[in-house]
């Protein structure tokens, strides 16, 4: 099993029993971060360090799996994370003690790529393997491509059972699928077999006068999505269930701090009428999930009205408030979230979405800084709760002129705040720290620092409590010159700002962002989604496929390409046009819609002397079109009746398309009687 020859410790899943009986309390004192319990992936062994071995904790590993127990009676979930990413941490499901859930996780690697794909997931032992992985999606850039399993039990008494892990090649799955109702399903790929992570589209098709009330069975996605869209991982076996519809009104509650849009709104809605759903958190709340007649936690999400509905939005706090990550992909400042703060009127905020950075430009003069009661540097600022946090900020700039600086300003209010500069001082590169407290500052520290030819910098800034610590780096992973210092500070807002104090004696300073990052949550804001839908009988495939949030960057490229079943009418909504290859510039939140219609030939034939007047003539015809036929007999001839598809003698004929047809016009020789005269 261990065969390096057989791919083994590449691409692998692996499965065990795990009872957690007790947690050890010292787990969350120190460095330890709390008790878990879980899987270590493409492990390599300890960093070496001259001969010392095993050097510190088990470093060189792919990803860890894991459940975690951060806070005590607090925080705790589950968690997949790794070497400069991590997933936002699950807590829809509780892990407790003496009770023994089945765990398991795989690795995959991305053909073309350096990242691997991870899942994660479990369940109760004896209880049906549920089709949805808790959590999953890629690593960062340079992921291990190999290594080995570590159990990990961490300040926990836990029992592991037999461990099976299973390499992904040798695994192949069963797709099942069924329909109740009237209506069909659409399955591409079709194949007999399915590989590990193979992606697989089911589309319902319902009959006329019916609709999809919901999928059952293997269900990896919220039974009312269509088409569904998921990885093979399992034999799965879904049934699509169509129901008829009729009309009614759609109601929509709110649970939590947010609102719900829905597109169209209006009081009543045809039967079979589609209604979108867009759920809008207020800050420091997301998004949970709808309930009712509506499940899941696609958002936006798109319902079929059948009847009178109602649909209950639920929104939670976040675990992490704020401040919000933003990676500043997007084509512009995302103004949701931050607030550009410019007093002087001169400074200017700007997006470069080809190096996905955020640029606050501040001019030659006047002199712009934070100090005293000058306020008037220009910044993005965000609402921020007043909680211990973490914010790491990546600079594309370095000032370069004398007294030019760039950095994070942390504010309570107008007369009170904390910055903590990359700050120029005579042509010499320091680290400051300035405290203004009831509208007098002083500095906290300057201290020189050597960043040698590097054209960025990182700049960390942690709270706990009162206790503030400043550190920089030049590349995001070795970081240097820890300084702290106390400070009671009521935080009302965090941001990103730069400024000169040199007036006109200054020139032009651009300070490049290119990232806003809370460590603790760092998926948050980055790019535009793409949504799309079918109607009628076909399929889209992207040549670019989304981030792991499932979002594009700023005027990234994506070519859609409509697969029919039947023919392609055309795309609608952010794209048009007939042509099925087409190509979407992504510079906002885009929403696509492919038609599809079935169509049908119509041959005519003739036997004898005599033609057909076809109208219209096309040489296909949408399903339902009526077309006229006239048959015109020749000289002596005459008309005797269709035959093929069609019978009978009716002229002019009219046909209903719904199949393709050929239907032969026969005209027979017209016979003269002449009479016979006898003469006596």
């Given at each position: 099993?261990?065969?390096?020859?057989?791919?083994?410790?590449?691409?692998?899943?692996?499965?065990?029993?795990?009872?957690?009986?007790?947690?050890?309390?010292?787990?969350?004192?120190?460095?330890?971060?709390?008790?878990?319990?879980?899987?270590?992936?493409?492990?390599?062994?300890?960093?070496?360090?001259?001969?010392?071995?095993?050097?510190?904790?088990?470093?060189?590993?792919?990803?860890?799996?894991?459940?975690?127990?951060?806070?005590?009676?607090?925080?705790?979930?589950?968690?997949?994370?790794?070497?400069?990413?991590?997933?936002?941490?699950?807590?829809?499901?509780?892990?407790?003690?003496?009770?023994?859930?089945?765990?398991?996780?795989?690795?995959?690697?991305?053909?073309?790529?350096?990242?691997?794909?991870?899942?994660?997931?479990?369940?109760?032992?004896?209880?049906?393997?549920?089709?949805?992985?808790?959590?999953?999606?890629?690593?960062?850039?340079?992921?291990?491509?190999?290594?080995?399993?570590?159990?990990?039990?961490?300040?926990?008494?836990?029992?592991?059972?037999?461990?099976?892990?299973?390499?992904?090649?040798?695994?192949?799955?069963?797709?099942?699928?069924?329909?109740?109702?009237?209506?069909?399903?659409?399955?591409?790929?079709?194949?007999?077999?399915?590989?590990?992570?193979?992606?697989?589209?089911?589309?319902?098709?319902?009959?006329?006068?019916?609709?999809?009330?919901?999928?059952?069975?293997?269900?990896?996605?919220?039974?009312?999505?269509?088409?569904?869209?998921?990885?093979?991982?399992?034999?799965?076996?879904?049934?699509?269930?169509?129901?008829?519809?009729?009309?009614?009104?759609?109601?929509?509650?709110?649970?939590?701090?947010?609102?719900?849009?829905?597109?169209?709104?209006?009081?009543?809605?045809?039967?079979?009428?589609?209604?979108?759903?867009?759920?809008?958190?207020?800050?420091?709340?997301?998004?949970?999930?709808?309930?009712?007649?509506?499940?899941?936690?696609?958002?936006?999400?798109?319902?079929?009205?059948?009847?009178?509905?109602?649909?209950?939005?639920?929104?939670?706090?976040?675990?992490?408030?704020?401040?919000?990550?933003?990676?500043?992909?997007?084509?512009?400042?995302?103004?949701?979230?931050?607030?550009?703060?410019?007093?002087?009127?001169?400074?200017?905020?700007?997006?470069?979405?080809?190096?996905?950075?955020?640029?606050?430009?501040?001019?030659?003069?006047?002199?712009?800084?934070?100090?005293?009661?000058?306020?008037?540097?220009?910044?993005?600022?965000?609402?921020?709760?007043?909680?211990?946090?973490?914010?790491?900020?990546?600079?594309?700039?370095?000032?370069?002129?004398?007294?030019?600086?760039?950095?994070?300003?942390?504010?309570?209010?107008?007369?009170?705040?904390?910055?903590?500069?990359?700050?120029?001082?005579?042509?010499?590169?320091?680290?400051?720290?300035?405290?203004?407290?009831?509208?007098?500052?002083?500095?906290?520290?300057?201290?020189?620092?050597?960043?040698?030819?590097?054209?960025?910098?990182?700049?960390?800034?942690?709270?706990?409590?009162?206790?503030?610590?400043?550190?920089?780096?030049?590349?995001?992973?070795?970081?240097?010159?820890?300084?702290?210092?106390?400070?009671?500070?009521?935080?009302?807002?965090?941001?990103?700002?730069?400024?000169?104090?040199?007036?006109?004696?200054?020139?032009?300073?651009?300070?490049?962002?290119?990232?806003?990052?809370?460590?603790?949550?760092?998926?948050?804001?980055?790019?535009?989604?793409?949504?799309?839908?079918?109607?009628?009988?076909?399929?889209?495939?992207?040549?670019?496929?989304?981030?792991?949030?499932?979002?594009?960057?700023?005027?990234?490229?994506?070519?859609?390409?409509?697969?029919?079943?039947?023919?392609?009418?055309?795309?609608?909504?952010?794209?048009?046009?007939?042509?099925?290859?087409?190509?979407?510039?992504?510079?906002?939140?885009?929403?696509?819609?492919?038609?599809?219609?079935?169509?049908?030939?119509?041959?005519?034939?003739?036997?004898?002397?005599?033609?057909?007047?076809?109208s219209p003539v096309q040489e296909y015809y949408e399903a339902g079109t009526e077309v006229t036929l006239t048959a015109v007999a020749g000289q002596d001839f005459y008309f005797d009746g269709w035959s093929g598809d069609a019978?009978?003698?009716?002229?002019?004929?009219?046909?209903?398309?719904?199949?393709?047809?050929?239907?032969?016009?026969?005209?027979?020789?017209?016979?003269?009687?002449?009479?016979?005269?006898?003469?006596?």
């Amino acid at each position: 099993m261990c065969d390096p020859a057989k791919g083994i410790w590449t691409d692998y899943e692996v499965t065990a029993p795990v009872t957690v009986k007790a947690l050890d309390d010292t787990g969350y004192d120190g460095v330890s971060g709390g008790p878990a319990v879980g899987f270590f992936l493409r492990w390599q062994g300890h960093t070496m360090k001259d001969d010392e071995q095993p050097r510190i904790l088990v470093e060189r590993y792919g990803a860890i799996g894991r459940y975690h127990w951060l806070e005590k009676d607090g925080k705790e979930g589950l968690e997949l994370t790794g070497n400069g990413w991590r997933k936002p941490l699950d807590t829809s499901k509780k892990w407790e003690l003496n009770t023994t859930y089945m765990l398991k996780m795989s690795v995959q690697s991305i053909p073309d790529s350096t990242k691997a794909y991870y899942r994660l997931k479990f369940w109760k032992q004896g209880d049906p393997e549920p089709a949805a992985w808790d959590i999953e999606g890629s690593s960062a850039d340079n992921n291990l491509p190999s290594g080995s399993v570590v159990l990990e039990a961490h300040h926990v008494d836990a029992e592991f059972g037999d461990v099976q892990v299973r390499r992904l090649a040798d695994l192949n799955f069963d797709l099942t699928t069924s329909v109740t109702g009237s209506g069909d399903v659409v399955v591409i790929p079709v194949q007999s077999k399915y590989a590990y992570g193979d992606r697989v589209s089911i589309t319902a098709v319902p009959a006329e006068g019916y609709y999809l009330k919901e999928w059952t069975g293997d269900m990896p996605q919220p039974r009312t999505v269509n088409p569904l869209v998921f990885d093979m991982t399992q034999d799965t076996a879904i049934t699509a269930n169509f129901a008829p519809v009729m009309s009614g009104s759609l109601t929509v509650n709110v649970e939590g701090m947010g609102e719900v849009t829905k597109d169209p709104d209006k009081e009543s809605y045809e039967g079979g009428e589609t209604v979108t759903l867009t759920a809008v958190p207020q800050l420091g709340y997301i998004f949970k999930e709808w309930t009712g007649d509506l499940s899941g936690t696609l958002n936006p999400a798109t319902i079929t009205v059948n009847g009178d509905m109602t649909i209950t939005a639920i929104f939670e706090e976040s675990d992490v408030i704020s401040p919000v990550s933003d990676d500043f992909n997007r084509c512009e400042l995302y103004t949701e979230l931050w607030t550009f703060v410019n007093p002087s009127g001169v400074g200017s905020v700007t997006a470069d979405p080809a190096q996905s950075d955020i640029l606050l430009t501040v001019p030659p003069s006047p002199t712009m800084t934070m100090w005293e009661s000058e306020r008037n540097a220009p910044r993005i600022m965000q609402d921020t709760a007043d909680q211990d946090f973490t914010v790491e900020i990546k600079f594309d700039s370095i000032p370069s002129y004398n007294n030019q600086f760039q950095g994070l300003l942390v504010e309570q209010d107008e007369d009170n705040w904390i910055r903590f500069d990359i700050l120029n001082k005579n042509g010499v590169l320091k680290l400051f720290a300035g405290v203004t407290t009831g509208g007098t500052s002083e500095p906290k520290w300057t201290q020189t620092i050597d960043v040698g030819d590097s054209t960025e910098i990182y700049l960390r800034v942690s709270r706990l409590g009162d206790i503030w610590t400043q550190r920089f780096s030049t590349d995001g992973v070795n970081w240097q010159s820890p300084l702290s210092f106390d400070q009671p500070l009521a935080v009302a807002s965090s941001g990103i700002f730069a400024g000169n104090e040199n007036g006109a004696a200054a020139p032009e300073f651009v300070a490049r962002a290119d990232y806003f990052k809370n460590t603790a949550f760092p998926d948050g804001i980055t790019g535009y989604l793409l949504s799309y839908s079918v109607l009628g009988a076909g399929a889209i495939e992207l040549d670019s496929l989304p981030d792991e949030n499932g979002r594009y960057v700023c005027s990234q490229v994506v070519t859609l390409q409509a697969t029919p079943e039947d023919t392609f009418v055309e795309w609608s909504g952010d794209l048009t046009g007939s042509e099925p290859t087409a190509a979407l510039t992504m510079d906002g939140d885009k929403a696509v819609t492919a038609t599809f219609v079935e169509e049908y030939t119509l041959t005519v034939d003739v036997i004898g002397d005599g033609q057909v007047v076809i109208s219209p003539v096309q040489e296909y015809y949408e399903a339902g079109t009526e077309v006229t036929l006239t048959a015109v007999a020749g000289q002596d001839f005459y008309f005797d009746g269709w035959s093929g598809d069609a019978s009978g003698a009716m002229n002019p004929l009219v046909v209903t398309m719904d199949s393709d047809k050929a239907i032969t016009a026969i005209f027979a020789k017209s016979t003269v009687f002449l009479p016979i005269i006898m003469s006596p």
